[in-house]
């Protein structure tokens, strides 16, 4: 239970701060709700107007009864205060509504059942007559009483009449043309209605806003409860409180109907051998229904119940950055007293936003090994430590379901570290797993160095994950990919290696293409990246830099070189000469990491015309390409060259680093070039 005391804590500590206001904690009783009609009425509860909510302004905080707010089924049990026309509407049906099948139904067989509307009214009613009342709960039951909802939207033009003395159940013209409400993808009996109370000057008359009437309710409810539950002991707080028998809905959004705890499972052998009395009926007013177990297993309080999924709640779906969300995955990190933690399931672009390298150092391949990465790393994570010095812990928690948004919910993953501890392990997953990557983000190419995310790398090693059909796939392994970046556990050795194999088969990337028929492997490039940060962050055997190290001499490191070099002096040839294709590293990759010395063989014979196309046109490039060959050539150990096994993904961290290398050293010798022919050019010029 050591979470739900967690979040319980977190609720208490961040309830009402106003570093929050902007995304504030919701209230215990009640929830949210998409309405479609807004009906205002004056003091004296008489109707004023009434409107179509577009879908910007629909989600309006309401009072909520611990049954309606998991309403589900064909009897949906009602909110107290604001609800859907069945309820709030007593001409519902007189103009030709039709109630959901479970209230008809029952109806049909005994007039004097429950119907939806007297129920909605007497509770308010009681409500309105309690202690606990508010002026803008008379107001509204003061106008419910009269039956008269359907016709006054009718009235205004709210709802359409279809020429029967019935309201417009569909609109089957073009959407465009429809009014507000028939524009909504919304039935419009299903319409939910919100209020608004005030005279000509109020400056408050929204009730989703009212405090005094939220605190009302609260009050109301709790005296509600304790009349209806005696106390028992809460094992989270281990006081004595009216229990939960249900446990709040929509943890990651809106429309999540799954629940963490749930007792409502009466059948078959759910309880049997578990109890004392699982089929005794217990106390409230519907005894009959109510599970015992829910008052035996693990009993927690009503209170303690609502909060606690409230905050998971705020942390999880209303813009908190530590959360994470994959379908019906959802991961969060929080600090218990609600300060800023760092994002553990971010990309280090993510995590580093806003920390600039510094400007007086040098920051290329031919000075930088990934200095730069770990001073803005370290100062991000200064600038953490600070604001956790006085942290009581940070928590992990990670839920899902395997029906979507319905059943049950589990808790997949759960973790409690102290601030320090915290934030050395998301240092240490990006500072081991550093590596530059080359990102497209929205049409433009992105650099940095750092870790990719975990649904990056599930992409990765897999390829092509679509959200629909491999949907368990990627769920399982970022799953996997969680401990390893909180828990420092080693990386998953089929991850590393399947992205390996996908980076080898380069052309089967799609590339991007640019203005004037330019075309980019930026696909390719950013799997690239991906892998080398990979198998550089899970090789512990080695020491892997950011940088070409020439003093190495592995057999796989020194073959990624020459395929570097050589797609180098066939890729400058083809620029020439303005060919744009493929170049015989790139075609042979996937084949020349199985068997790189016959595969090489190939590669470097037909590198003949490339070179001598470069020996007339740059520069002296041909004579420095070839000594480079010759270099790397000269570092195989004994007969290591000769051998044709399989490469390891060593080869790729070696072509990364090459590949800029060359790269790096032509723009510095272009530029000296220019230079030199710039004073050639002012001394004929002088002269």
């Known amino acids: 239970m050591s979470w739900i005391e967690k979040l319980y804590q977190t609720y208490d500590n961040c309830a009402g701060q106003p570093q929050f206001e902007s995304f504030a904690l919701m209230p215990i009783s009640h929830t949210t709700q998409q309405a479609q009609i807004e009906i205002m009425l004056n003091r004296a509860g008489q109707f004023v107007s009434a409107r179509a909510l577009p879908k910007a302004e629909a989600e309006t905080l309401i009072p909520c009864t611990e049954a309606s707010g998991g309403k589900t089924g064909t009897k949906p049990v009602n909110h107290p205060l604001c609800d859907k026309l069945q309820y709030v509407a007593g001409d519902f049906e007189d103009y030709g509504g039709e109630l959901t099948s479970g209230f008809a139904k029952d109806l049909k067989k005994d007039p004097n059942a429950v119907h939806p509307y007297r129920k909605f009214l007497e509770e308010l009613d009681a409500w309105r007559v309690s202690l606990h009342t508010h002026p803008k709960v008379s107001a509204i039951h003061t106008y419910v009483s009269q039956g008269s909802v359907i016709k006054d939207l009718l009235r205004v033009g709210v709802l359409l009449p279809d020429g029967e003395n019935r309201f417009l159940k569909e609109w089957k013209e073009a959407k465009k043309k429809a009014p507000g409400l028939y524009q909504l993808n919304v039935a419009p009996e299903d319409a939910f209605v919100r209020w608004k109370v005030g005279d000509p000057g109020d400056t408050l008359v929204s009730t989703w806003e009212d405090h005094a009437l939220i605190n009302a309710w609260i009050n109301y409810y709790q005296v509600w409860k304790e009349q209806d539950r005696p106390p028992q002991m809460c094992m989270v707080t281990g006081n004595l409180a009216p229990i939960a028998l249900m446990h709040p809905t929509k943890l990651r959004s809106s429309g999540d109907k799954a629940k963490l705890i749930s007792s409502n499972d009466n059948d078959g052998f759910t309880f049997r051998g578990r109890f004392a009395d699982p089929d005794k009926p217990k106390h409230g007013s519907n005894a009959s229904k109510e599970p015992s177990a829910a008052e035996q297993a693990c009993t927690v309080s009503y209170e303690v119940s609502q909060k606690s999924h409230l905050a998971l709640r705020w942390l999880l779906a209303y813009g908190r950055k530590q959360s994470f969300h994959n379908g019906s995955q959802a991961y969060v990190a929080w600090d218990y007293g609600g300060a800023e933690t760092p994002k553990p399931f971010v990309n280090s672009l993510e995590l580093l936003a806003g920390i600039h390298e510094d400007r007086e150092e040098p920051s290329g391949y031919l000075g930088d090994a990934g200095q730069a990465f770990g001073r803005r790393l370290s100062k991000q994570m200064r600038g953490y430590a600070q604001k956790l010095s006085s942290s ?172 570097a070099i050589a797609e180098f002096i066939e890729g400058r040839a083809l620029h020439q000469a303005g060919e744009k294709r493929d170049t015989n590293a790139a075609r042979y990759m996937s084949r020349f990491s199985i068997r790189p010395y016959s595969t090489w063989t190939h590669i470097e014979q037909s590198l003949t015309p490339y070179m001598n196309r470069l020996e007339t046109n740059s520069r002296g490039l041909a004579t420095r390409m070839k000594t480079k060959l010759d270099d790397v050539h000269h570092l195989f150990e004994g007969d290591a060259y000769r051998q044709d096994e399989k490469l390891d993904g060593e080869f790729l961290l070696a072509f990364h680093c090459q590949r800029k290398r060359l790269w790096e050293q032509e723009e510095e010798i272009r530029k000296e070039w220019q230079e030199k022919n710039r004073k050639k050019n002012e001394e004929q010029t002088t002269t």
């Open 392 to 563: 009581k812990g940070i928590s992990i928690i990670g839920i899902d379901s395997a029906t979507g948004n319905q059943g049950r919910a589990a808790i997949i993953y759960y973790r409690e570290l102290t601030g320090s501890e915290f934030i050395e392990r998301i240092e240490a997953w990006h500072k081991v797993f550093a590596w530059p990557q080359r990102y497209e983000r929205d049409r433009k190419v992105v650099e940095f160095v750092g870790a990719p995310a975990p649904n990056e790398i599930a992409e990765a090693a897999f390829g092509g994950l679509d959200k629909d059909k491999d949907r368990k796939l990627l769920r399982a392994t970022i799953e996997r990919l969680i401990p390893c970046i909180i828990d420092g556990r080693s990386l998953p050795l089929d991850l590393v290696e399947g992205a390996v194999r996908r980076t080898c088969n380069r052309t089967g990337f799609e590339k991007t293409k640019g203005k004037k028929g330019s075309v980019f492997e930026n696909a390719w490039e950013m799997q690239l990246g991906i892998a080398c940060a990979l198998y550089k962050g899970s090789n512990t055997q080695h020491t892997h830099q950011m940088a070409l190290e020439e003093d190495r001499t592995t057999r796989s490191y020194l073959y990624g070189r020459l395929l």
